[in-house]
């Protein structure tokens, strides 16, 4: 028989969970203070620790010692995220098409499947809908893909466009020294 026991009971058995994250120091805003979760279990099972900022290891430092053991450094966030920077997009482009190509169709079967959102209409507080200068009723695209009402491929090509004239080393530059999800870059 298997004994499932709940996060609460096992921390309580064995001590709390230490989970590590990888946050660089520098970066010491986005470190969460447990206490301050709103789920009781998290903040009696689990103990966050941040051993970069402890260690007192920024992105830099992070990227130097991973080349000194002859380590490949991989950029430090997903590769299909509302957040990328266009020079972000343009990395994808590059060097992993077919995870780009793969994004662009889940977008468009978003769109597809919420069509019928793109153009609602905008009503008052009472319900009744908005007329614009003209006279016409007023109505707004809800239906948003990656970067809102442009759609990823449009965005891709401005990209392509905007960052032509920069060699692969220099977009994979920027790509590992910057994070959207991160405070830091060198």
Known sequence: MINIIGERQFAAMHGK?????????????????PSQNPNRWYRESIETIYPLIDL????????ELLHSKEMHVIPSNCKACPFLS????????RFFPADLDDWVELEAAKLEKHS??????????AGDPKLDRKGNIKVKNQNYGVFGVTPLPVK?????????????EEI??????????????Y
């Open 86 to 93: 266009l020079e972000e997009l343009e990395y994808l482009r």
């Open 116 to 125: 019928h959102k793109s153009e609602v209409v905008v009503t008052d507080d």
């Open 156 to 168: 891709i090509k401005e990209t392509k466009e905007a960052f032509c004239e920069w060699s692969d």
């Open 17 to 33: 969970i230490q989970m590590m994250l990888g946050i660089a120091a520098g970066e010491e805003k986005r470190a969460s203070d």
């Open 172 to 185: 994979a530059h920027y790509r590992y020294s910057h994070g959207h999800c991160v405070a830091t870059a």
């Open 56 to 63: 007192g290891m920024d992105r830099a430092a992070c990227q």
